[in-house]
């Protein structure tokens, strides 16, 4: 039983027994006034029951209190929110003018391609073997035209004053022959029309103030003196040097040139070429020469009109025939290049 229970158990007891007194008087009170006993009986519960109240109040006070139970609410994780890809659109207005569509074409089929006018006086001699033809015929043109005159002169002519647009000239006047005077005037009138231009001579010396001195002063180049080898001459002495190794005359497509070794082929003493120096004008830049240090003078191979010309003074089959093949065939690839690309300017 706690507390609250008994106190009402109380209770209950103390109001019996005073509906019981009410109903008899006390002993030793005779006569007694019974309204005044019944108030005293009031009175004597009401002040029990405060008691009563008071206790049963700071006895619920006192009770310890239970903690109330805590049921945690469920963790909230929002969800990323969904971003839509943004999708930009550009319009694109058609050009009112139509566009023209030229197709790419490979620097290596349009110099097959070309068009190639070639004089070689070594054509006529049968104990000496055409190192350009046979350049020529292993480089592969197909496509263009291919004039191949050999030491005939008049045919060289007809073919420089025909309609041909050529694309690139050769002058390989090696054998004693030569090529003068007005055949320049006709060989420069297609230089002036962007063709490309190779000239092979070891006899400068006699022609440079004739009318190739037109060429000569538009590629910005001058003679500078005859070149000879004399009896009991050390053969060493006509090695040739690479003054710009990387030039493009020395690597496109061939590298590895040398020019140190002289065959001597017509070297009997006597005219063997000639050394140029750089002029005024033109764009002249000496390739290979006789000294390491003289990049402006004794020079033997020269380049100018932005590679689209190259002077060669010297005999070809006087070298290394592997290499001077080779070596022509960088020049052959190295005008042709410069005149397409000048072309495309």
């Not at 239970?66 to 049921?71: E, I, N, R």
């Not at 020469?289 to 003289?294: A, D, S, T």
């Amino acid at each position: 039983m706690n507390k609250i229970t008994g106190r009402c158990f109380l209770l209950f007891v103390v109001v019996s027994l005073a509906i019981n007194i009410g109903g008899c008087s006390m002993p030793g009170m005779t006569g007694s006034d019974p309204s005044l006993a019944e108030t005293q009986i009031a009175v004597g519960i009401q002040s029990t029951m405060l008691v009563m109240q008071q206790q049963t109040l700071e006895a619920v006070q006192n009770a310890p209190t239970a903690a109330p139970t805590y049921t945690p609410y469920p963790t909230y994780t929002p969800e990323a929110p969904v971003v839509a890809p943004v999708v930009e659109t550009v319009v694109v207005q058609a050009s009112e003018v139509p566009v023209e569509f030229t197709p790419t074409v490979d620097m290596a089929d349009r110099i097959r391609a070309a068009n190639i006018l070639v004089y070689e006086d070594i054509r006529g001699y049968t104990t000496l073997l055409p190192y350009v033809h046979e350049v020529i015929n292993r480089m592969g043109f197909s496509g263009g035209k291919i004039v191949e005159v050999g030491d005939a002169v008049g045919d060289f002519k007809e073919q420089l004053l025909s309609s041909t647009q050529w694309d690139l000239i050769i002058v390989a006047s090696e054998a004693r022959g030569s090529i003068r005077g007005e055949f320049w005037d006709y060989i420069i009138t297609h230089v002036n029309d962007d063709a490309g231009l190779i000239i092979e001579m070891w006899y400068l010396d006699d022609i440079a103030n004739g009318k190739i001195a037109g060429i000569l002063g538009k590629c910005g180049v001058k003679f500078q003196k005859d070149w000879s080898y004399g009896s009991g001459g050390n053969p060493l002495d006509y090695s040739i040097y690479l003054l710009d190794p990387s030039n493009e005359v020395l690597t496109n497509p061939n590298t590895g040139i040398s020019l140190s070794n002289p065959s001597y082929f017509f070297w009997n003493p006597g005219d063997v070429g000639d050394l140029v120096k750089i002029g005024a004008g033109g764009d002249a830049k000496i390739v290979a020469g006789l000294y390491p240090q003289e990049e402006n003078s004794y020079g033997v191979i020269t380049t100018c009109l932005e590679g689209r010309m190259v002077l060669q003074t010297f005999d070809t089959h006087d070298y290394d025939p592997y290499i001077t093949k080779a070596l022509w065939e960088n020049y052959i690839t190295t005008t042709l290049t410069n005149h397409f690309k000048k072309l495309d300017e």
